[in-house]
């Protein structure tokens, strides 16, 4: 069993910063695939940006150039370093983790119990 910890969530003000983490149990990102989501209140759950274990990535269209997923595979953890954060940024973002074919089928077998990210003025 693998358990994912996030942090780094937070209010922010338009225009800011935050840089969250997904610490697991075990080493896992370096082998796997790792994904992070957001929900946003009254919204289907939806997929940010995912990172195969070789580094390749993928981002939703509304965060490409803003968002930057990485990972540490020393730490066993892994981020998404969010810039220029806009209104509908906010949710509560969870990462996941799972099998190389997670990155193409969404189907991710470990899941984090999410952190808050709240841009407001």
């Known amino acids: 069993q693998v358990q994912l910890v996030e942090s780094g969530g937070g209010l922010v003000q338009p225009g800011g910063s935050l840089r969250l983490s997904c610490a697991a149990s075990?080493?896992?990102?370096?082998?796997?695939?790792m994904g992070w989501y957001r929900q946003a209140p009254g919204k289907q759950r939806e997929l940010v940006a995912p990172i195969m274990w070789d580094g390749m990535t993928n981002y939703v269209e509304a965060v490409k150039g803003r968002f930057t997923i990485s990972r540490d595979n020393a730490k066993n953890t892994g981020y998404l370093q969010m810039n220029s954060l806009k209104f509908e940024d906010t949710a509560v973002y969870y990462c996941?983790?799972?099998?190389?074919?997670?990155?193409?089928?969404?189907?991710?077998?470990?899941w984090g119990q999410g952190t808050q990210v709240t841009v407001s003025s």
């Open positions: 996941a983790a799972g099998p190389n074919s997670a990155y193409y089928t969404r189907n991710y077998d470990y």
């Open positions: 075990r080493d896992i990102f370096s082998i796997n695939a």
